[in-house]
C-alpha cells in the first residue's frame, strides 16, 4: 500500500517522533562537561540549560492545548521536527557563531524544546486516532521507543565521542538533527487521522469539570514522579553506590533502567490484551515501591541496583497506560486532553527528581535518603489507581 494511505506508516514516522524526543532530552546531558571545559560554562548556568528546556517544554504543553485543533496536526508534527532539528544544529554551530557561546546553547535549546514539547504532545494522540485494535498495547509500544532512543543516544554518543575525539561533539549534534529532518519530511507524508470529529472535542471548561479528568491529572504526575526520581538519579547511584566511573555509571544506571522500562512497555504491547489496564498500573506501583524500598535500604549495593531495575521495569507501562485509560473513556477529550495529561506528566517529571535531591541534601547528600522519599509517589498512584476505578464504576463517557 502507498506510503499516502498506510496508517502502519504513521506508526513508524511516530516511533522516530518519539526517538527525536529522546535524543533532544538526553544529548545535551551528555555534553555538559564538555561545554564547561570548552566554553568555561559554571555548573549553575549549565542546570538552567535543563531547567529552561523543562520549563519551555511546559509551556508548549500548555498553548497547545489550544492551537494545535485548530491548525491541524500535520503542520504541527511537522514543525515540532523542524525545530527540534533546528536545535539540534544550532547545539553545533551557535556556540562559535554567539560571542557569548552561552547564548547560543540557550536559543539552541529553546529551539528543540518546543519541538521537544509539541511532540510530546502530538504523537500520542496521532497513534490514538489511527485505525488499529489494540490501542493500549499500541500505545505501550509507541512510548518503548522513547526508551529504545535513550539508550541509542548513550551508547552511540558515548562511542562517537571514543572514537573521534571530544572535540567533534558539534559534528555529532548536526549527526543527531538528520533524523528529525528526515522524519519531518516523513510526516508530510503519512495519513493522520483527526482525533475527534470538528465540533466533538470537549471546550476546557467541561474538561475541567470531570471528576475523572483530575484523576488522570494525578495518575500522570505520579507516573511522571515514579520513572523521573529514578531515572535522572540512576547514573549518580551507580557511581556512588558502586564506586564505578562516570562511563560505567551511564551504563548500569541509565541505560539499565531505559532497556528495562522499554522491555516492560513491549511486553505489554504482546500480552497487554489480556490484562486490566488499571490492575496492572496497581500492580506496577507496588513493585516500584518495592524498587525504591529495596535500593534505599539494601545493604550491599549490587541489591540496590536490582531495586534501580525493579523500577524501570515498573513504570513502563504507567505514562502510556493512563493515556489508553484516558483515551478510551474520555473519547471527546480531544487533543486537549492529551496536551494537559502530558503536562501533568512533565510536572511529575520535575516534581520526582527535585524531592530525591532535596530530601539527599536535608540528609548530608544520602543519595539513599532521597529515594526513600520517594516511595511517595507510587503510593499517590495507587490511590489514583483506585479511584478511576471508583469512578469508572459509575459508567462515565465523555
Known sequence: MSVRTNYRHTQYACYLGYITQAIVNNLAPLLFVIFQDVFAISLEKITLLVTGNFCLQLLVDLVAARFVDKIGYRPCVVAAHLFAAAGLVGMGIFPRLFSDPYAGLLLAVGLYAIGGGLIEVLISPIVEACPTENKASVMSLLHSFYCWGTVGVILLSTLFLQVFGRDSWSLLALLWAVLPLCNAVYFTQVPIAPLAQEGESLPLGQLFAQKLFWVFILLMVAAGACEQAMSQWASAFAESGLGVS????????????????????VGYAKFGDRLDLLHCEMACGLLCAGGYLLAALAPHPALALVGCGLCGISVGILWPGTF????RHCPKGGTAMFALLALAGDLGCASGPTLVGMASGWFGGRLQVGLLFAVVFPALLIVGALACKRLLAQKPRW
Open 324 to 327: 489508553s485509560v484516558a483515551a
Open 246 to 265: 562516570k562511563a560505567v555509571g551511564d551504563l548500569a544506571g541509565p541505560c539499565l533502567f531505559s532497556v528495562l522500562m522499554g522491555l516492560s512497555r
